[in-house]
């Protein structure tokens, strides 16, 4: 959750003391200097100071509307506001590159046509996230949001992009240089304490910036224009804690830190260790501060010993989160003396930040000086992260997955090109290795297939001239070479609807007007020849709803080509990530996950021995025109054998969905598909690549990434963004735990299919909820007493494993109504929800 920087309406209910420093102060005078007051045209306004104009001249955009309001407001600057329907841009040209200062400001005041509090948007500049999906609420008071970002384009565009049916809105814009020393690139890192370098290569957002022990400063004190809040709100055990002061002019600075670094104010002011009237005072003072625990932050820690009387008589320890942060540290010997301002940078990584940021100063207890402890100011920023966003896991450029590294590609890329060669060799040396009276042959199925060795109806020759019909021998048709040219005409590369290994996917046409997929097989790869081996032998024993269909097959001369049903909407991938297609609700998300779901169930369940297919990913789950989901693919698919829960075999798949057990023992079972389809679940609520060699390191491998932020209860970060403030909370939470189970380092721990489809048909059944609420909601806002829909709990005591079915014949194929949200669990309908 993103902090809100108190603004200057701030001293309307605190004192503000205002105090002329005697030190000069550096002289700084900023290149590019934007304020920019975002309402009507009207005369400059002088506001702390500083001369605020109409920005007229940088605004782009197709329509805009300018409100104001009477409101008793702190400054002038929140009395109007510019108003944009559509996406708009600010186009500041900039003379100075390097750090510049970008202050937004809001009030969300009232207006007849525009409710500001319901206004959503993102905001952007150039390649940087600030907002995202940013919605002021119930906030009715003036928020400035604070940002330091490194311009090296000369052009800075300031682009506000409302979500749809919103709007989004600005009051003021600041855009200002800030000094070249402001950021140094070094710091320290928290845990281990180390050098932390590449500071300058981060933009940042101004989360707090507390003036410890001091009053409010406002930009009228200080050079930057900055705004520094007392501390009070944050400090923990306020009777361990005292405040003292110096004379602004008291404080002395060096060549190397300057009024810019922090004003006088800052320094004369200081949170010491108040007197516990105990013998051995041996406690911390401490500051709470909530922040977003996904980024990470960097802490400016400000100092100035204005407490002791002598040099070398102050020793004192800073910690962050409870970790060691600074030790021993003695002011006197990193300074040229007393009342001389030091300031330290640390970065906190988000993977220590569990509960907020926690700092404290505690004595060093050794004996050694004064026991006591200081500390002056404080500034905590975020970082930005990997895609280039402060708000948000989602970059500027089609939702943050546009960033590239090119070590990792490179990496990437040389591991698969040293696999391709590796696999070539083994095909050549097996080409080798072949019968040499192959190529004399005229059919593949007569070595390919032992299966049907002997059985003469299999491979009959009659059929192969005349049109048959559908039959029951359990391949389905015999299609003809001609019949098969004609429907695809001729192979035609403009029907090629699919690419694998195995060779092409051409959309065909028989019988007046049927679509069918045609599939034809490379003879020159055996590694094909195997996986139509395969799959012929497992779809000749499989009929389910959520199994694709093999209709028949074509077996003559030296083609191998098989003809299955046409699954009009293609993968489910396509309709996730990379074709532009209109998104997927979470509904129907749900229910294709349930489909592809049940027919893995059946799969594991629905022969003697089990089934495991082995190429589980989202790729090989086909969506009909009715989006039924249908699991496809069998060319790597195995037979449990009886009496064994796993199957020895070299490791075969798609990388990021392979078991990592099954990749280290190489003993296939059902639970690696398990966890495939925990993988292809995570898909489904990120809407991304399960491996993405182009994204930063951490980001990878969607499975270790997502579940991360699932660790962290921070799921909703990295969801598509398509289904921010339609899905469920509960609906994604019940689907998560389904998908963090599924990905469980040991097989034995994850659930069965059975279990998982349950998880997932609650799941569906609490959106349902969800959704029939709010649309109750909506067509009758007064009425408060809303009647829930009921949500069917089902019983995985009852879930069907069809043990019973023979492994020769074909499976009877259940009857399920897919749209009906549970109809494996029909049995359980009556029952209340809990």
């Known amino acids: 959750m993103a902090i ?36 009507p045209d009207s005369k400059p306004e002088l506001i702390e100071g500083r001369t605020f104009k ?51 400001h809001f009030y969300a005041m009232k207006d007849d046509k525009y409710d500001l509090h319901q206004s959503t948007f993102s905001v952007s500049a150039n390649e940087i996230v600030l907002l995202h999906n940013f919605k002021i609420n119930n906030n009715s008071v003036p928020t400035l949001k604070e940002y330091l970002i490194n311009m090296k384009d000369p052009t800075l565009n300031l682009k506000f992009s409302p979500m749809k049916d919103s709007f989004a809105f600005i009051n003021a814009i600041e855009v200002v240089s800030v000094p070249n020393n402001l950021v140094n690139d070094e710091g320290s890192a928290l845990f281990p304490v180390n050098k932390f370098s590449g500071l300058t290569e981060q933009n940042y957002q101004v989360v707090y910036r507390l003036n410890m022990g001091g009053p409010l400063i406002t930009p009228r004190n200080d050079t930057l224009g ?20 110096i004379a602004p002019d008291g404080v002395h600075y060096s060549k190397s830190i300057t009024p810019l670094i922090a004003p006088p104010m800052v320094y004369a002011t200081v949170i010491e260790m108040a007197d516990a009237n105990i013998k051995l005072p041996n406690f911390n003072v401490s500051w709470k501060l909530d922040v977003d625990k996904s980024f990470d932050y960097l802490l400016r820690m400000h100092f100035c010993d204005i407490v002791s009387k002598t040099a070398n008589s102050l020793y004192f320890n ?39 940021l926690l700092i404290q100063i505690g004595p060093l207890n050794q004996g050694t000086g004064a026991v006591n402890a200081i500390l002056n100011g404080l500034e905590v920023m975020k970082m930005s992260n990997s895609v280039g966003s402060l708000d948000g896991e989602f970059g500027a450029e089609e939702g943050g997955l546009g960033m590239s590294q090119k070590g990792t590609v490179a990496a990437i890329g040389f591991v698969m090109m040293f696999g391709a060669f590796v696999g070539l060799g083994a095909m050549v040396y097996k080409w080798k290795k072949r019968p040499k009276d192959w190529q004399k042959r005229n059919s593949f199925s007569s070595w390919l297939l032992p299966l049907h060795a002997g059985d003469n109806s299999f491979l009959s020759k009659n059929s192969a001239s005349q049109k048959s019909n559908f039959n029951t021998s359990g391949l389905g048709r015999y299609f003809s070479l001609a019949e098969l040219q004609e429907a695809t005409k001729n192979f035609d590369s403009s029907e090629i609807i699919g690419v694998g290994g195995f060779g092409n996917v051409y959309l065909g046409t028989i019988d007046d007007g049927i679509k069918v997929a045609v599939k034809r097989g490379n003879p020159q790869s055996e590694q094909g020849i195997t996986e139509f081996q395969t799959e012929i ?58 489909g592809a779901a049940r027919g893995l169930h059946y799969l594991h369940t629905g022969t003697a021995q089990g089934i495991i ?40 798949g798609s990388f990021g969905y392979l078991d990592p057990e099954y990749f280290k023992r190489q003993q296939l079972t059902e639970k690696s598909d398990v966890y495939s389809f925990g993988v292809v679940l995570l898909e489904s609520l990120c809407a991304r690549p399960a491996i993405n060699p182009q994204l930063p390191r951490e980001q990878v491998n969607l499975a270790e990434w997502a579940m991360q932020w699932k660790r962290k209860d921070l799921l909703e970060k990295v969801i598509d963004p398509q289904l921010v403030g339609s899905i469920n909370p509960e609906s994604m939470k019940k689907f998560a735990e389904a998908a963090e189970k599924c990905l469980l380092e040991y097989g034995v721990d994850r659930p069965s299919m059975g279990d998982v489809l349950w998880n997932l048909e609650y799941a569906l059944q609490l959106q349902e909820a969800f959704t029939a609420r709010k649309s109750e909601d909506e067509t009758n806002p007064l009425n408060t007493a809303t009647t829930q829909t009921p949500i069917v709990v089902p019983s995985t005591t009852s879930l069907p494993t069809d043990n019973s079915r023979s492994v020769e014949g074909p499976a009877d194929v259940p009857t399920i109504n897919d749209h009906s949200g549970t109809a494996v669990f029909a049995q359980f309908q009556s029952l209340d929800g809990r």
């Not at 900055?226 to 002061?245: C, G, H, M, Q, V």
């Not at 093999?550 to 396509?574: H, K, Q, T």
């Not at 998104?583 to 294709?592: A, D, G, M």
Request: aromatic content about 12%.
């Open 4 to 39: 809100l920087l108190v603004l200057f309406y701030i001293f309307v209910c605190c004192p503000v003391v205002i105090i002329a420093s005697s030190t000069p102060a550096d002289t700084f005078r900023a290149e590019d200097n934007f304020l920019i007051n975002c309402g």
């Open 54 to 104: 109409t920005g007229s001249e940088y605004l782009k955009t197709k329509s805009d509307s300018q409100i104001t309001c009477s409101d008793n407001v702190p400054s002038p600057i929140y009395k109007s506001a510019k108003v944009f329907p559509e996406e708009a841009t600010y186009s500041f040209t900039l003379k100075q590159p390097g750090y510049h200062w970008l202050r937004l």
């Open 226 to 245: 900055r705004i520094w809040i007392p501390d009070d709100n944050y400090l923990e055990e306020k009777n361990f804690a005292k405040a003292t002061s």
């Open 318 to 356: 800073v910690y962050i989160n409870e970790k060691m942060a600074i030790s021993a540290l003695d002011l006197s010997a990193v300074t040229d003396g007393l009342a001389y301002p030091y300031y330290r940078d640390t970065v906190v990584n988000a993977s220590l930040i569990n509960d907020g």
């Open 537 to 594: 032998q497992m779809l000749s024993k499989l009929r389910h709803r959520h199994l694709v269909s093999m209709i028949g097959y074509c077996d003559e001369n030296s083609e191998m080509i098989l003809v299955y049903e046409y699954m009009s909407n293609g993968p489910f991938r396509d309709h996730l990530y990379g074709k532009n297609l209109p998104p997927l609700s979470w509904k129907q998300r749900l229910e294709i996950c349930i």
């Open 613 to 652: 297919h082995r190429d589980v990913k989202t790729t090989n789950i086909l969506l009909d025109d009715a989006f039924v989901a249908k699991v496809a693919d069998f060319g790597l698919s195995k037979d449990t054998p009886m009496g064994q829960n796993h199957v020895s075999t070299a490791v075969k």
